[in-house]
C-alpha cells in the first residue's frame, strides 16, 4: 500500500559528452522507515568506476559522498525516512580520492566541485607520479620500443621516466610526455591537451623520432624536412586547430609542421625516418 511506502525521486548529473542526451532522473520507491544511507546506498548511479566520486545532496542538502571504492559514507546523521517525497541528487565530482573529498567536506569545506578540483589537483599530481614510478620499478614492460629511445637518446633527448604506460623527455628545454590511452599513442608537449594522437602504436613512435628529427635539422640551420615522397595512405584534412586523418590509421595533430612529420613517418620504419632526417 502506498502508505507503507516512500517514494524517491532520483537524479545525477552527467558525466561526459554524450551522457546528457536524455535524462537521467526516475522515480522508485522504498518502505516506510528505510535508512537514508540504505536508500542511498540501494540506488547509486548505474556508472560505476574505481576512483570516481558523488556527492549526494539529499532534499538540497549535502548528505553523503558515495563511490564505488568506499560506499557511501554520511556527512548527516542516519535516519529513518518517514516522509516522501525525497530528492535524491549525484553530484558528481571527477576523479577525487573519495576519502579526501569525506574529510574536506565533514570539515566544513562547501560543495564547490571547481574550487575542491583545484585543491585536490596537485595532490592527485603527486599520486599519478608516484604510481608511474611504481609501474617503472616493478613491471618490465616499457611503452616505447628500445630502437625508438635510442633514436631519442641520439636527437638530444633526456628521458627521465619510462614505464609500461608513460615515458617522460625533455629535449631542447621542453618536457615531453608520452602516454598509452587505451589504443591511442599521446603525446603531451609543455602540458595542455595532446600534441598528437596516433593509432597505430609503430607510426606514433616514427612520428616522435621524426619531430626531434625535424627540431634538430631546424637547430643546424636546416629546412625542418628535406623533399621526400610521401607513402600512399594516409591523407590529413585540417579542421579547425588540428590536422586529422580518416580511415583505421588515426592521426591527430596540432600543428603543420606535426602533421607534416606524419605523412612523412607514414608507412616507414624508425631506421628509415632518422636517414631522411639526418643532419
Known sequence: MAWRTIELRLDRDSVAMGDDMSSHARVTTV????????????NTPEIRSRGWSWVVVVDGQVSAVWSVDEGVRLLVPDRALRRGPVEIHFRY???MDPAWLFDRLAGGARADREQLHREYAPIARERYVAELRRREREIDARLLSAECVEALRQLGADITLHADIACDFTHRGEAWAVRRADTMFQVFVGGGAPTASIRPHALGEAWLVGMLGASQRAAAGLPDLPAFDPQPGLELTRRGGRWMSQGA???????????????LAFG???AQVRALLEV
Do not use: K, M, N, P
Not at 518502505?31 to 540501494?42: F, K, N
Not at 590509421?249 to 605523412?263: C, K, P, W
Open 268 to 270: 616507414r620504419s624508425i
Open 249 to 263: 590509421t588515426v592521426v591527430q595533430v596540432s600543428s603543420e609542421t606535426a602533421a607534416l612529420v606524419a605523412t
Open 93 to 95: 565530482f571527477l576523479q
Open 31 to 42: 518502505a516506510r522507515g528505510t535508512r537514508l544511507s540504505t536508500a542511498i546506498e540501494q
